[in-house]
């Protein structure tokens, strides 16, 4: 067992929680006891070493950080917001709470079976290590349970605040969204932090259940200063004839790794998932995508776009896997990366495993730098060569971005990225056009 693993395991022993949670966290300790610390050896994490979790092994939980929040970095959006601040709930910056919302500490009856009926089963917890930690950890979280054939008035906002502390702290965050039949919500996660040095390890794990006909609008936002650690996990079912459209972008850290697991369980469902990365400096991030067609007749559609710059390093690795029943499946996976340095790199594996005889799918992956003629061009016209770099980059990712159906979120997100390329909103509006 790693020196990691060790100290989890006493931190768990600390953590308080209801009653009603003992067990899945018993039973999560004594899995997370057995599993296997990933090497450069274990395929899934060969690009993405954990040495620096051995390095700064968290020696305690987070409190609740007295400094006021920053509003600017908040998404103006008109919803239910939930705000965490390393990981303890803080009311006074929260919106009240609609029936719909709650969180697992008070719970009822009535919603403890609804989380106990489907908390850790969307994936196995031996797939997903440092799931079954969040669960060996789990002392409070977000349920968010819309009834059958019903709407969900205002778009749910969960952000998860990270401030620096004086010692190596550990933030662990559970959110379980539940839509029955022909139910429909929006769900933005944000992650944020100070400007100061981070020096948390946050683990972060969303999983999500749409019911039969059930329609989820799906966004997680990984904004942190660039030394934090992230380790995040989205898991989904998706139902007959559900939807799920989600879209998902990450700046680098010193450590940050983002996994998708989507199971189509009935007829008819349909994913849209789009994702962008933006590491640079000497950041990397680690994009993970696991897409199981169980059913006929299910569509998923992923794209996933990346800009590395600096010495920073991204890994993708998406899969596809259909199924021998999985009759009639349309799936399509592209990952585009764009090299703005020499000393950038990308890992990008791209994977399609089909067992089934009729079906429609493609897969392909690029990785390119930005286009010496088209920079020609820019330049003959006025344009500086940074400029054109800056708005030749921001090209590439602004497909994406356009196709983002919250206003709110699209609007929050370009002054930052233009922030971000170093240059005003302007100069991105004209790569815009």
Same mark, same amino acid.
């Given at each position: 067992?790693?020196?990691?693993? #060790?100290?989890?395991?006493?931190?768990? !022993?600390?953590?308080?929680?209801?009653?009603?949670?003992?067990?899945?966290?018993?039973?999560?300790?004594?899995?997370?006891?057995?599993?296997?610390?990933?090497?450069?050896?274990?395929?899934?994490?060969?690009?993405?070493?954990?040495?620096?979790?051995?390095?700064?092994?968290?020696?305690?939980?987070?409190?609740?950080?007295?400094?006021?929040?920053?509003?600017?970095?908040?998404?103006?959006?008109?919803?239910?917001?939930?705000?965490?601040?390393?990981?303890?709930?803080?009311? !006074?910056?929260?919106?009240?709470?609609?029936?719909?919302?709650?969180?697992?500490?008070?719970?009822?009856?009535?919603? #403890?079976?609804?989380?106990?009926?489907?908390?850790? $089963?969307?994936?196995?917890?031996?797939?997903?290590?440092? %799931?079954? &930690?969040?669960?060996?950890?789990?002392?409070?979280?977000?349920?968010?349970? +819309?009834?059958?054939?019903?709407?969900?008035?205002?778009? =749910?906002?969960?952000?998860?605040?990270?401030?620096?502390?004086?010692?190596?702290?550990?933030?662990?965050? @559970?959110?379980?969204?539940?839509?029955?039949?022909?139910?429909?919500?929006?769900?933005?996660?944000?992650?944020?932090?100070?400007?100061? +040095?981070?020096?948390?390890?946050?683990?972060?794990?969303?999983?999500? +259940?749409?019911?039969?006909?059930?329609?989820?609008?799906?966004?997680?936002?990984?904004?942190?200063?660039?030394?934090?650690?992230?380790?995040?996990?989205?898991?989904?079912? &998706?139902?007959?004839?559900? @939807?799920?459209?989600?879209?998902?972008?990450?700046?680098?850290?010193?450590?940050?790794?983002?996994?998708?697991?989507?199971?189509?369980?009935? $007829?008819?469902?349909?994913?849209?998932?789009?994702?962008?990365?933006?590491?640079?400096?000497?950041?990397?991030?680690?994009?993970?995508?696991?897409?199981?067609?169980?059913?006929?007749?299910?569509?998923?559609?992923?794209?996933?776009?990346?800009?590395?710059?600096?010495? %920073?390093? !991204?890994?993708?690795?998406? @899969?596809?896997?259909?199924? #021998?029943? !999985?009759?009639?499946? &349309?799936?399509?996976?592209?990952?585009?990366?764009?090299?703005?340095?020499? $000393?950038?790199?990308?890992?990008?594996?791209?994977?399609?495993?089909?067992? %089934?005889?009729?079906?429609?799918? %493609?897969?392909?992956?690029? +990785?390119?730098?930005?286009?010496?003629?088209?920079?020609?061009?820019? #330049?003959?016209?006025?344009?500086?060569?940074?400029?054109?770099?800056?708005?030749?980059?921001?090209?590439?990712?602004?497909?994406?971005?356009?196709? =983002?159906?919250?206003?709110?979120?699209?609007?929050?997100?370009?002054?930052?990225?233009?922030?971000?390329?170093? @240059?005003?909103?302007?100069?991105?509006?004209?790569?815009?056009?």
């Amino acid at each position: 067992m790693s020196d990691f693993q #060790q100290q989890a395991l006493k931190l768990a !022993a600390q953590q308080q929680s209801p009653a009603w949670l003992a067990d899945i966290r018993a039973r999560a300790a004594n899995d997370w006891s057995n599993v296997v610390w990933p090497t450069r050896k274990t395929e899934h994490w060969k690009y993405t070493p954990l040495a620096s979790l051995q390095k700064n092994i968290p020696s305690t939980w987070s409190a609740q950080s007295s400094s006021p929040l920053n509003e600017s970095q908040m998404i103006s959006v008109d919803a239910t917001r939930l705000v965490f601040i390393n990981g303890v709930f803080d009311p !006074a910056s929260s919106s009240e709470l609609p029936s719909e919302v709650v969180r697992f500490s008070q719970a009822s009856s009535a919603q #403890q079976e609804v989380i106990a009926q489907h908390l850790g $089963k969307v994936v196995e917890g031996g797939q997903h290590l440092f %799931a079954t &930690l969040n669960s060996a950890w789990l002392n409070d979280g977000i349920l968010v349970h +819309v009834s059958r054939n019903q709407v969900l008035a205002k778009p =749910i906002y969960v952000v998860q605040v990270s401030t620096a502390e004086s010692q190596t702290v550990s933030v662990n965050q @559970r959110v379980l969204v539940v839509l029955e039949e022909s139910a429909q919500a929006e769900i933005i996660e944000h992650y944020i932090s100070t400007s100061d +040095v981070q020096n948390s390890f946050v683990n972060a794990l969303t999983e999500i +259940v749409v019911g039969d006909n059930a329609n989820l609008q799906h966004y997680r936002l990984n904004l942190e200063e660039e030394n934090i650690q992230h380790i995040g996990a989205v898991h989904v079912n &998706l139902q007959r004839n559900a @939807r799920l459209r989600a879209f998902t972008l990450a700046l680098g850290s010193k450590l940050k790794r983002i996994d998708y697991q989507i199971n189509h369980r009935g $007829k008819g469902a349909e994913l849209n998932l789009q994702g962008v990365y933006l590491p640079r400096n000497n950041q990397m991030v680690d994009y993970h995508s696991n897409v199981q067609h169980w059913v006929p007749n299910c569509t998923t559609s992923e794209v996933f776009r990346g800009i590395i710059g600096d010495s %920073a390093q !991204a890994i993708f690795n998406g @899969r596809i896997y259909i199924h #021998q029943d !999985a009759q009639k499946t &349309l799936a399509e996976l592209s990952n585009k990366n764009l090299l703005t340095s020499a $000393k950038a790199e990308i890992n990008t594996k791209p994977e399609l495993e089909i067992y %089934a005889d009729d079906v429609k799918c %493609a897969h392909g992956a690029t +990785v390119s730098q930005l286009n010496a003629t088209a920079l020609y061009y820019l #330049q003959s016209r006025g344009v500086s060569r940074t400029e054109a770099e800056v708005m030749m980059s921001f090209g590439f990712i602004n497909e994406l971005l356009e196709q =983002i159906s919250e206003p709110a979120v699209h609007d929050y997100l370009f002054p930052r990225l233009a922030e971000l390329f170093g @240059r005003d909103q302007t100069l991105l509006s004209m790569a815009d056009e």
